[in-house]
C-alpha cells in the first residue's frame, strides 16, 4: 500500500473514531455507534464507492 493510501486510510479510522467519541457522549448505544473501517478492505470499498459516484 502506498504511504498516500495509509494516510488517507488513517484518517478516515480517526474520523470514525471520533464520531464514535461523539455519539458516546450522547449516551447512543454501543450497537448503534459508528463503525470503524479497521481493515484495507474497507479502505478500497470506500475508495471504490466514491469513484463510481464520480463517475455517476
Not at 37 to 46: D, E, F, K, L, V
Amino acid at each position: 500500500m502506498t504511504r498516500i493510501a495509509e494516510n488517507f486510510y488513517l484518517e478516515k479510522i480517526q474520523v470514525a473514531l471520533a464520531q464514535g467519541a461523539a455519539e458516546h457522549t450522547y449516551e447512543v448505544a454501543e450497537a448503534k455507534l459508528t463503525a470503524v473501517p479497521w481493515t484495507a478492505q474497507h479502505g478500497r470499498a470506500y475508495l471504490d464507492m466514491r469513484r463510481m459516484r464520480c463517475h455517476a
